[in-house]
């Protein structure tokens, strides 16, 4: 600092003094801090200009600008201290200082110090009671902060309050994961229920593990904290036998049955349970028909059916369910079931096999059936029109090129007979995490974007809902993969931004146009050679173009490995019986078996579709965070985000690396990674830029 600096610094600091005098006004002395402040900041001098600032917000707390001066200066700094004694200090005009708050905020979030931004949060949510955006901003600075539970509740709260506002929904949902529940929480029931009864509007995906502990804790359910104890047991018959279905309160628990419906479940105990349980009803049913035992039955039944259906028929079946399912399809055959027990039997039969393969002249009957039968209707429309509408599209798909290669053959095959994955809904109110997570703003940019690899379109039609000007072209191997995401694209009402096309990456080096957005999640590990693949795409992005990426990480797929090598030596078939045997020889395995216990943890474990991806894939390649490094280089694309949004590996990142804020070094990741090798357990997820 040079003496004039000094001087002028002393001169306001004297003035400053004064402020307690009477005779001077309090805005008076802090203007003048301000502007000398201000000058100092103007000139560069950035370390003189700060505490004259801090003196000017002293004598007067509503000097918005000099907060957010203030706020503007501690970016890049790592020592955030002054902006929160600026804050601390700032008590005056409510609505000047939310102005501040906002600001610093934002710096604080950019900076991950997520302890410090809730408090600051807290602040102004009791300065903006009404404000439930902020007050979802601090649900979610909870959440980051390794709160879910008080996340969720806090969500909850404002769904109660603004329960016509969906967004609140898709963030619910979206920051779902493993929680513990000390007791049931019948708010967070009644605010998962409300996403079932709008479950277009939002991805259920991660609403599994919430789900399963309120409904063990359920006093609705409560009959069914009898199931792990009742699968240990040889008399499981007995017990069924000696309970009337009537009674047995989760058989009719609407949250339990919508449970059932709408996710693949993600649990060995239940799965069990629901396995004998089907087992009862299929070898009862002749006897039970036109009881009052089945009348209380059907909706489970049918919502069983639906589970069923979802997950491919993956539960254990014994040869005695198989004949008896053969002898209910010929008796409905022959007509010999009619009125409600055709209903029912048709439904008994959902539960092991597809209506529409079965009876796939059966529309009109189906849909009578459905009229007055709200449970069968869903069961009709998941098993029977919405597969009808596929095959029909399915004829009509567009082309592009041919297939280039024989792994590209032998990966389309497998794809055609199980399309992955098979799913119900999309988040359709994109949250941060769902965007350019660097860049939000771009997102309403009208970009052209490839996605490839697209499967059964929810990557897609995700990209479609994410980015409202953009016009996205999807591109798979898989035509029956193809056909569902077309249907679900309609049913989206995004099919006029969308576009399929049946396509090998390898045949698009012939494309005609540019992408400013190419996504391939879960592809180029599949393919014969993963670098020419991705070579193929990043031709056709433009410079300055965004790349989302992700690939299968080496250290995290060692249990993976092994239980590929479990498929080859056992020579399972890549069959639904081969998965389903394969399976349950994996499920009686002791149960502190590692690869069992690691394989149970996926939830792929739990779909015929998703296990056969996980593996029994024909072609898989794993790759090391510096190989993946090294082919970012040779492809001119440098890697801005990593996405992993699970807080408390964040949280962990953090710590070891605090220099690295945009997360985003490789190398650290491969050093991380090697200290948690079940880090990226899913995939690698990177969003790079391409510079040159
Ligand atoms: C594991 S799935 C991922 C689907 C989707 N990206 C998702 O995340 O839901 C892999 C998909 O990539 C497709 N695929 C693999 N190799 C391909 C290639 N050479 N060209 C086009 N699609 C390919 C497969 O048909 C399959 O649908």
């Given at each position: ?11 306001a ?42 003196e ?5 707390a ?63 949510c ?10 979802a ?26 329960p016509?506002e ?7 949902l ?5 929680v ?16 079932f ?21 359920d006093?609705e ?22 309970h ?50 089945i009348?209380a ?10 589970q ?10 014994t ?13 409905l ?39 007055n ?5 869903n ?16 004829s ?13 053959r ?14 119900i ?33 929810r ?26 995401a077309?249907?679900?694209?309609n ?27 190419i ?7 599949h ?22 990426v992700?690939l ?18 056992g020579?399972?078939?890549a069959?639904?019986?081969?998965i ?5 020889d ?7 078996n ?19 991806d ?5 072609q ?8 993946i490094?090294?082919?970012?280089k ?8 990593l ?16 220099q ?15 200290k ?7 995939m690698?997820?990177f ?6």
């Amino acid at each position: 600092m040079n003496r004039k600096d000094r001087r002028a610094q002393e001169k306001a600091q004297e003035k400053a003094k004064a402020r307690t005098s009477p005779t001077v006004k309090i805005s008076a002395v802090a203007e003048a801090l301000k502007a000398q402040g201000m000058a100092l900041k103007a000139a560069g001098k950035e370390a003189q200009a700060i505490p004259l600032l801090i003196e000017a917000l002293k004598a007067d707390a509503t000097l918005a600008d000099v907060h957010f001066t203030l706020a503007m200066m501690a970016r890049g700094k790592a020592d955030l201290k002054i902006d929160m004694d600026a804050i601390n200090r700032a008590v005056a005009n409510k609505k000047l200082l939310c102005t501040s708050y906002l600001v610093i905020l934002n710096i604080l979030k950019g900076k991950k110090q997520y302890r410090e931004a809730m408090v600051c949060q807290e602040e102004l949510c009791r300065l903006m009671p009404d404000d439930m955006d902020e007050k979802a901003n601090l649900a979610l600075l909870y959440n980051l902060a390794g709160q879910r539970e008080k996340a969720l509740i806090a969500l909850a709260e404002i769904i109660a309050v603004k329960p016509e506002e969906k967004k609140y929904r898709g963030v619910f949902l979206n920051i779902l994961g493993p929680v513990t529940l000390q007791q049931h929480e019948p708010l967070l029931k009644l605010t998962l229920q409300g996403c079932f009864d709008n479950i277009y509007e939002a991805n259920l995906n991660k609403a599994y593990a919430l789900w399963i502990k309120l409904v063990i804790s359920d006093p609705e359910c409560s009959d069914l904290q009898e199931a792990e104890r009742l699968i240990e047991q040889a008399d499981f018959e007995n017990w069924i036998d000696n309970h009337h279905p009537r009674d047995l309160n989760f058989l009719h628990c609407r949250f339990f049955l919508d449970g059932l419906r709408l996710m693949i479940l993600n649990d060995v105990v239940l799965e069990q349970f629901l396995t004998r349980l089907r087992r009862w009803i299929c070898l009862n049913a002749e006897k039970i028909a036109n009881t009052s035992q089945i009348e209380a039955l059907e909706n489970f039944i049918c919502a069983l059916g639906e589970q069923c259906f979802f997950n491919e028929y993956i539960f254990a079946q014994t040869p005695e369910e198989e004949e008896a399912v053969e002898t209910l399809i010929r008796l409905l055959q022959n007509r010999s079931a009619s009125g409600p027990s055709r209903l029912q039997t048709c439904a008994i039969v959902s539960c092991y096999k597809p209506l529409i393969d079965v009876f796939p002249d059966n529309a009109t009957e189906f849909s009578e059936l459905a009229a007055n039968h709200p449970a069968f209707k869903n069961l009709v429309a998941a098993q029977f029109n919405a597969p009808a509408e596929e095959r029909e599209i399915k004829s009509r798909l567009e082309s592009f090129g041919f297939l280039e290669d024989d792994t590209s053959r032998k990966v389309q095959q497998q794809y055609e007979e199980h399309p992955y994955p098979r799913w119900i809904s999309i988040n359709n109110y994109p949250t941060p995490n769902d965007d350019l997570p660097f860049a939000p703003d771009l997102r309403f940019k009208p970009y052209k974007i490839l996605v490839a690899g697209c499967g059964t379109g929810r990557h897609a039609i995700s990209t479609a809902a994410c980015y409202p000007n953009a016009r996205v072209t999807a591109i798979d191997l898989s035509r029956t993969s193809l056909a569902y995401a077309q249907r679900k694209a309609n049913e989206s009402g995004l099919a006029n931004r969308l576009r399929f096309l049946h396509a090998d990456i390898l045949s698009m080096k012939e494309w005609d146009g540019r992408f400013d957005i190419i996504e391939s999640s879960g592809v180029l590990h599949h393919m014969q050679d993963p670098f020419k693949g991705w070579q193929t795409l990043n031709d056709l992005l433009v410079t300055g173009g965004y790349f989302k990426v992700g690939l299968y990480s080496e250290l995290a797929r060692q249990q993976i490995v092994e239980a590929r090598n479990f498929v080859a030596q056992g020579g399972y078939p890549a069959t639904d019986a081969g998965i389903r045997q394969c399976r349950s020889d994996i499920l009686s395995l002791p149960r502190d078996n590692p690869m069992r216990q690691k394989l149970i943890s996926f939830t792929d474990f739990f779909s015929t579709s998703l296990l056969r991806d996980l593996i029994f894939h024909v072609q898989e390649h794993r790759m090391t965070l510096p190989q993946i490094d090294d082919m970012m280089k040779r492809l001119n694309l440098t890697c801005i985000s990593l996405n992993m949004t699970i807080p408390e590996i964040v949280n962990r990142y953090d710590k070891m690396f605090p220099q690295d804020l945009a997360r985003c070094n490789l190398l650290n990741w491969h050093e991380f990674e090697q200290k948690f090798p079940d880090t990226f357990a899913g995939m690698y997820q990177f969003w790079c830029k391409k510079i040159a």
